[in-house]
């Protein structure tokens, strides 16, 4: 890996570099424990990049956006960090905090019909290397383009304006705190003051009526795991890679509010859960696989979304188990009842999971393994062998909801307000599917990412399975009773 290459020595200063006093932070600081997992368990042929697509309508001059993302990577230094050479027999791997950039981050790909298609290729084959800070990779995307192999699912003409696309390295930070960096570029660029968006304090609302205890699996029972189906290609030789749709569904109805400034029933992130449980329930069910509980992965972001936010891995992930569907076969996905008293469960669940005390962010046994009194290389051999063993044991897949995106995300009055915004997560076997979703100021679309692990699926199965989401979600929206005068609430993600 490029991880045990040895650092680079400090350049020149990058081109658009601002320079700036010495920060704070200490110069050298020892992996967190997710940083830590991340890098035992790196695969060359499984890269653990996250993908962030921002799409504006407008053009953006070249000097002044690298200038402006060069004082955005100063404003958050912690971002400006490098892997320190570790050997096997060292007792941690260490970050080292840069004053400047090692290199250029900042990239203009010649324009054309496949310049986008082969941006976000570069995005899951391509990782942005940690023995040269910033561990991340800025693509500017101007037209003519077409989304080519990789267009949005529902073959929507490409906009004629910008497209942003960051490649992250996982190991050293998450979405939202590389989103955090686009956000200050953005105000950098358009000259706007930050926009607050956290300083009000949540508003209080009436807890509505106790539902149903939400179910719980037996201890050791094994998850769900998604069918593998390459039906219509030859599988890889190695198995490995991953694929990613785009799409953009609208945002299900939900059931008005009983009183005005009560807390709805359920959420638009409760309505993607029970989507995903559907989905992975009907495709499993397809595929003549024994009934068992659908476990989804849901990252939590207590984080601060303003200027001072914490740069790193700073979600936790949180499982949110689901009961095995019913086995009667040839049956639709679910019938409006079941599924609304599912809908309450989940909300019920989902509250609990975000108000409680936050803790380790990968629970105890990853807290044990990165504590234990041993040379990373030993601490390695044994994570990833844990890892094999605890493979049956996987949730079924992650659901990754940003929500309504923080940030006006405005780069003036040349490249406008940001009017789509996808993620995407790594797909590493053996769970294989990521599904990230996001909307934009307007909250009326939810524009989805889903990826998967190419030992999983092909692409006409992803697609496949990509339609059993559309109508699972569409089979959680609301429905009021026949003769009812009630408006539904449209929701924001």
Same mark, same amino acid.
């Given at each position: 890996m490029?991880a045990l290459?040895?650092a680079?020595?400090?350049?020149?200063r990058?081109?658009g570099?601002?320079?700036?006093?010495? #920060?704070?932070p200490?110069a050298r600081i020892?992996f967190p424990?997710?940083?830590?997992?991340?890098?035992h368990c790196?695969e060359?042929d499984?890269?653990e990049?996250v993908h962030?697509e921002?799409?504006?309508p407008g053009?953006?001059d070249?000097?002044r956006?690298?200038?402006?993302f060069?004082q955005?990577l100063a404003r958050h230094p912690?971002i400006?960090?490098r892997q320190?050479?570790?050997?096997?027999?060292?007792?941690?791997?260490?970050?080292?905090?840069?004053p400047?950039?090692?290199?250029d981050?900042?990239a203009?790909?010649p324009?054309g019909p496949?310049a986008?298609?082969r941006?976000?290729?570069?995005?899951?084959t391509?990782?942005?290397?940690?023995d040269?800070?910033?561990?991340?990779?800025?693509?500017?995307?101007?037209?003519?383009h077409?989304?080519?192999?990789?267009?949005?699912?529902?073959?929507?003409?490409a906009a004629?304006?910008?497209?942003?696309?960051l490649?992250?390295?996982?190991t050293?930070?998450?979405?939202?705190?590389?989103?955090r960096?686009l956000a200050t570029a953005?105000e950098l660029?358009g000259g706007?003051?930050?926009?607050?968006?956290s300083?009000s304090?949540?508003?209080?609302?009436p807890?509505?009526?106790?539902p149903?205890p939400? $179910?719980?699996?037996r201890?050791l029972t094994?998850?769900?795991?998604?069918?593998?189906?390459?039906?219509?290609?030859?599988?890889?030789?190695n198995?490995?890679?991953n694929?990613?749709?785009?799409?953009e569904l609208?945002v299900?109805?939900?059931?008005?509010?009983?009183?005005t400034g009560?807390?709805?029933? $359920?959420?638009v992130?409760?309505q993607?859960?029970v989507?995903t $449980?559907?989905?992975?329930?009907?495709?499993?069910?397809?595929?003549?696989?024994?009934?068992?509980?659908v476990v989804i992965?849901?990252?939590i972001d207590?984080?601060?979304?303003?200027p001072h936010?914490?740069?790193?891995n700073?979600?936790?992930?949180t499982?949110v188990p689901?009961p095995?569907?019913?086995?009667?076969?040839?049956?639709?996905l679910t019938p409006?009842?079941p599924l609304? *008293?599912?809908?309450?469960q989940t909300?019920?669940r989902t509250?609990?999971?975000? *108000?409680?005390?936050?803790g380790s962010q990968?629970g105890?046994?990853a807290?044990?393994?990165?504590?234990?009194?041993?040379?990373?290389?030993?601490?390695r051999?044994?994570?990833?062998?844990?890892?094999?063993?605890?493979?049956?044991w996987?949730?079924t897949?992650?659901?990754?909801?940003?929500g309504r995106?923080p $940030?006006?995300?405005?780069?003036g009055a040349?490249?406008g307000?940001?009017?789509?915004?996808? #993620?995407?997560a790594?797909?590493?076997?053996p769970?294989?599917?990521s599904?990230?979703?996001? *909307?934009t100021?307007d909250?009326?679309?939810i524009h989805?990412?889903l990826?998967?692990?190419?030992a999983l699926l092909?692409?006409a199965?992803?697609a496949?399975l990509?339609a059993l #989401?559309?109508?699972?979600?569409?089979?959680?929206?609301?429905?009021?009773?026949?003769?009812a005068?009630t408006?539904p609430?449209?929701?924001?993600p």
């Amino acid at each position: 890996m490029t991880a045990l290459q040895p650092a680079r020595p400090d350049p020149p200063r990058s081109r658009g570099a601002r320079p700036h006093t010495p #920060f704070s932070p200490p110069a050298r600081i020892p992996f967190p424990l997710v940083d830590e997992i991340s890098r035992h368990c790196l695969e060359d042929d499984e890269p653990e990049t996250v993908h962030i697509e921002v799409h504006l309508p407008g053009r953006l001059d070249h000097e002044r956006l690298r200038t402006a993302f060069h004082q955005a990577l100063a404003r958050h230094p912690r971002i400006l960090m490098r892997q320190v050479p570790t050997r096997w027999w060292h007792r941690h791997y260490t970050w080292q905090l840069t004053p400047t950039p090692d290199r250029d981050p900042v990239a203009f790909p010649p324009p054309g019909p496949d310049a986008l298609a082969r941006a976000r290729t570069r995005a899951l084959t391509e990782c942005p290397p940690l023995d040269a800070a910033p561990p991340v990779r800025l693509e500017v995307i101007e037209p003519p383009h077409t989304t080519g192999h990789h267009r949005t699912e529902d073959h929507r003409p490409a906009a004629a304006g910008t497209v942003l696309l960051l490649t992250v390295h996982h190991t050293a930070l998450d979405g939202p705190a590389c989103l955090r960096i686009l956000a200050t570029a953005a105000e950098l660029y358009g000259g706007t003051t930050p926009a607050s968006v956290s300083a009000s304090a949540p508003t209080p609302h009436p807890e509505p009526p106790a539902p149903p205890p939400h $179910y719980r699996p037996r201890p050791l029972t094994r998850p769900a795991r998604l069918a593998p189906d390459h039906t219509h290609t030859t599988r890889p030789g190695n198995g490995n890679g991953n694929g990613m749709l785009l799409t953009e569904l609208p945002v299900p109805t939900r059931p008005p509010r009983p009183t005005t400034g009560a807390r709805p029933p $359920y959420t638009v992130n409760d309505q993607l859960l029970v989507a995903t $449980y559907l989905t992975a329930a009907r495709w499993n069910e397809l595929h003549d696989r024994p009934t068992a509980p659908v476990v989804i992965t849901m990252p939590i972001d207590d984080r601060p979304r303003g200027p001072h936010m914490p740069i790193g891995n700073g979600t936790r992930l949180t499982p949110v188990p689901f009961p095995p569907p019913p086995t009667t076969p040839g049956t639709p996905l679910t019938p409006l009842a079941p599924l609304t *008293s599912l809908l309450h469960q989940t909300a019920a669940r989902t509250r609990a999971l975000k *108000s409680a005390t936050p803790g380790s962010q990968l629970g105890l046994p990853a807290t044990l393994l990165t504590s234990l009194p041993l040379p990373v290389g030993a601490r390695r051999a044994l994570t990833r062998a844990l890892r094999s063993l605890a493979a049956p044991w996987t949730p079924t897949t992650l659901l990754s909801n940003i929500g309504r995106v923080p $940030y006006p995300l405005d780069f003036g009055a040349t490249g406008g307000r940001a009017t789509a915004v996808w #993620f995407s997560a790594p797909a590493r076997m053996p769970r294989g599917l990521s599904i990230t979703t996001a *909307s934009t100021h307007d909250g009326n679309r939810i524009h989805l990412a889903l990826r998967w692990s190419r030992a999983l699926l092909d692409d006409a199965a992803a697609a496949h399975l990509l339609a059993l #989401f559309r109508s699972s979600l569409a089979a959680t929206a609301y429905r009021p009773p026949e003769g009812a005068a009630t408006r539904p609430e449209g929701g924001t993600p």
